[in-house]
């Protein structure tokens, strides 16, 4: 078993997750002794989003995101369950990580944002510029520190020196030490209250949110640009484009096809709780989605190996695109409608 | 071995959900990597990989200073760049010339070694294979 003991005795076990952000909220909340699960704080937190953002780049290339800010998911889940958090940041690398020592020796667990690049454990095909990736200290070790990282299957060792940098990463990138751990939780959280108030929040992020990049409106946005980008950056880039988007659908930690197996596994969840029939279907509902994404990420791969380029094109990559919009536009207008209904 | 099992043999498995029998989801953990992820990735490596080689031959044509390569490197871009060393945009896309950046004073090679979290011997130099 992954077991670590922490400062004061208290043992921490180990779980891998899908996503960083939700594996540790989940992960400090057991330690709390409130026994949830990562797809709850998934659904709680209403991680599910679509932002397409083509004027932030990584590494030469535009952001699609499939989940709500980072930063937003401990804050929301922390809020809707009740509880003493504390949030933190800081301008100087040694004063956070002099606290960070200070908090761990009174037997806390501490959530860091860091960045992946810096990480000294991570390895090439994780290694991008990218400040939102969250992992869990344990306790100080000899020149180190023993951390948790949800995207991983077991634990590891890290030096002070490269966790310093990853969290303190000078320029517009900088996670300024973001730091965040629970001093006491309400030991009997009111789930069903929580539950609802997530999926509203959800609802008004994918739906009314009145800029064309963000929500369902995003999506048709991101779709436009992938039918016409082999005429505008020609077939290599939009290639590279495309892939770009395929590694947000699918790498970075999301648990397979742009979090909404995660998503449809809290519907799942939540069905349970409420004894809801239409809850249920919601989750077939959007396991279906998931597959649509799954469908359009195979697509591209294939438009990049050029395997059937008559059938295989960029028209096709944006009407999946196109599809999964439609699919997701109708999923939560009627989500609005059976919140309604549902009784705290 | 093919290229792409190469970079996602490293021994950090992810895990993904999936649906079993009875239609409940569950996590699989240390399972292999969609086709379609592995397939994105290992373009988006080479891409980079290239375009950093590619600059390593313009800056040992001399075409280009070793500013530029360790920029390409850190996955940086010259704004970026510009932030974190505390220089405006524009002197550091002039120092991307070789002549100028040649005659850089220490205190300014110091706070690009600092942002760029490399030594001052290394950050005049590219390594030659």
Same mark, same amino acid.
Request: aromatic content about 14%; glycine content about 8%; charged content about 20%.
């Given at each position: 078993m992954n077991t670590e003991l922490a400062v004061n005795g208290k043992p921490f076990v180990h779980q891998q997750g899908a996503h960083c952000e939700t594996g540790v909220t989940s992960a400090l909340f057991r330690y709390q002794g409130v026994d949830i699960s990562e797809p709850m704080i998934f659904g709680i937190s209403s991680g599910i989003f679509f932002g397409y953002l083509p004027f932030m780049k990584l590494t030469h290339l535009p952001i699609s995101a499939f989940r709500s800010k980072p930063g937003s998911v401990f804050r929301k889940a922390a809020k809707r369950l009740g509880g003493d958090f504390v949030i933190k940041t800081y301008r100087d690398p040694q004063k956070g990580m002099d606290e960070l020592r200070e908090v761990l020796k009174t037997g806390q667990i501490v959530g860091l944002a860091?960045?992946?690049?810096?990480?000294?454990?991570?390895s090439e095909r994780h290694r991008w510029n990218f400040s939102g990736h969250n992992i869990i200290v344990i306790r100080e070790i000899e020149n180190g520190f023993r951390i948790s990282d949800p995207t991983i299957g077991d634990l590891v060792d890290c030096s002070a020196d490269g966790l310093a940098q990853a969290r303190f990463v000078p320029g517009p990138m900088n996670p300024r030490g973001y730091m965040y751990y629970t001093k006491s939780v309400n030991p009997h959280p009111d789930l069903r209250q929580a539950c609802i108030k997530g999926m509203k929040d959800s609802c008004n992020l994918m739906l009314k949110i009145p800029l064309p990049i963000f929500g369902v409106r995003g999506m048709r946005f991101l779709a436009k640009k992938v039918i016409k980008s082999p005429d505008k950056l020609g077939f290599q880039e939009a290639c590279r484009h495309l892939a770009g988007t395929v590694r947000w659908v699918e790498e970075?930690?999301?648990?397979?096809?742009?979090?909404?197996?995660?998503?449809?596994?809290?519907?799942?969840?939540?069905?349970?709780l409420f004894g809801s029939d239409e809850l249920a279907d919601m989750s077939k509902e959007m396991t279906a989605i998931g597959d649509n994404w799954r469908e359009f990420s195979v697509t591209a791969a294939r438009i990049i190996k050029q395997k059937d380029k008559e059938v295989e094109t960029f028209a096709k990559a944006g009407s999946l695109i196109l599809q999964c919009a439609d699919r997701e536009e109708a999923f939560f207008k009627k989500l609005q409608k059976v919140v309604g209904k549902l009784k705290a | 071995m093919e290229l792409e099992d190469e970079i996602f043999d490293d021994g @950090?498995? !992810?895990?993904?959900? !999936?649906?079993?029998? !009875?239609g409940q989801y569950v996590l699989e953990k240390k399972a292999n990597a969609?086709?379609?992820?592995?397939?994105?990735?290992s373009l988006?490596? @080479? +891409?980079?990989? +290239?375009? @950093?080689?590619?600059?390593?031959n313009a800056v @040992? +044509?001399?075409?280009?200073?070793?500013?530029?390569?360790?920029?390409?490197?850190?996955?940086?871009?010259?704004?970026?760049? +510009? !932030?974190?060393a505390g220089i405006a945009a524009f002197r550091v896309k002039r120092h991307f010339r070789p002549e100028i950046f040649a005659k850089l004073k220490p205190?300014?090679?110091?706070?690009?070694?600092?942002?760029l979290r490399i030594s001052l011997e290394e950050i005049k130099i590219v390594p030659t294979i």
């Open positions: 860091t960045n992946l690049y810096w990480l000294p454990y991570m970075t930690g999301t648990g397979g096809a742009g979090f909404r197996y995660l998503y449809a596994a809290f519907f799942h969840e939540a069905a349970g | @950090l498995p !992810k895990a993904y959900y !999936k649906q079993n029998d !009875k969609p086709w379609a992820e592995k397939v994105s990735c988006i490596i @080479l +891409a980079n990989r +290239a375009n @950093l080689e590619e600059i390593r @040992l +044509a001399g075409q280009k200073s070793p500013l530029c390569y360790y920029m390409e490197m850190r996955q940086m871009t010259p704004g970026m760049l +510009a !932030k974190a205190s300014v090679l110091n706070r690009y070694s600092n942002a």
